[in-house]
């Protein structure tokens, strides 16, 4: 099971588009489209999710004027539906082998701008991403533009539990062993980090250590957009050891975040 959420800027326009059939062809017609948000009772923090009303058409669409960036959609039977929160709306469960399919059930997010182009991003978010903390080391340059007027780092992250808590991302150049900028973000956001174009260098990564997200790099040049995500580490690297490549790759990071701040 995927949740899905669009990009919100006030340069931009988006939507939001998500089949309602399978890879396979099968047609979804059982599944209901919902929001999901944050909301506070006087003594308790919980998940509103609402039906969204849609027209009978092939794909549920969005147009993001209507929700705030901080708003999270999934689709659902009524069986699900009761299956995905405890009682009191404090936690989302984990539904396995609800649309697990191969490649994994996407959704489409669109970010265009008035009189130019348009980008699009596969706009889904794990069930299992939503249950783990953990960090994230990933290249700045690799999809960034230094040419691009504007850059930005769209960081979504989605956790189980109703909190907006704050943690850090840092960009760090890993060759000089240093911290060159970092700022507070926050759980259950689309988080946007403007970036200057001089931390679009080789050797400089974009570190998160509390907890996972997926970072979405966007650059605009001229009205030419660009919209997409790196892939984790173990994507990148071959052979029986690479996960403890990658957690000495991590460790790493670490040390250099918490000398820091010492």
């Known amino acids: 099971m995927n949740f899905f959420f669009f990009l919100k800027d006030k340069n931009y326009s988006f939507n939001l588009t998500i089949p309602k059939f399978t890879n396979e062809g099968t047609n979804l017609k059982s599944l209901n489209l919902y929001s999901l948000k944050i909301s506070k ?26 929700y705030t960036k ?15 929160f405890n009682k009191e709306k404090t936690e989302i469960r984990l539904i396995k082998n609800f649309l697990d399919t191969t490649p994994p059930f996407r959704a489409n997010t669109k970010i265009f701008k008035n009189d130019h182009g348009f980008s699009s991003y596969q706009s889904e978010y794990p069930i299992s991403m939503i249950m783990k903390k953990g960090s994230i080391a990933t290249p700045v340059n690799m999809l960034l533009n230094p040419e691009a007027e504007i850059n930005k780092i769209f960081f979504v992250n989605i956790f189980f539990k109703p ?5 850090k991302y840092y960009l760090i150049d890993f060759k000089l062993k240093k911290i060159l900028y970092s700022e507070y973000i926050y759980t259950n956001n689309v988080n946007i980090i403007n970036l200057d174009k001089k931390y679009i260098k080789e050797n400089i990564f974009f ?4 907890y996972l997200g997926i970072p979405i790099y966007f ?19 071959f052979g029986k050891k690479k996960f403890q490549i990658i957690k000495k790759f991590k460790e790493d990071f670490g040390e250099i975040i918490n000398k820091e701040n010492i």
Do not use: M, R
């Open 219 to 237: 650059s605009d040049l001229n009205g030419h957009l660009s919209l997409e995500h790196t892939h984790p580490p173990h994507e990148y690297i």
């Open 70 to 84: 901080n708003t999270f959609f999934f689709i659902a039977s009524e069986k699900i539906l009761n299956q995905l």
């Open 163 to 167: 909190v907006e808590e704050k943690f």
């Open 207 to 210: 570190v998160t250590k509390d």
């Open 41 to 66: 009772s006087e003594n308790l923090t919980y998940w509103h999710c609402e039906k969204i009303a849609q027209s009978e058409e092939k794909f549920f669409k969005i147009d993001n004027s209507q």
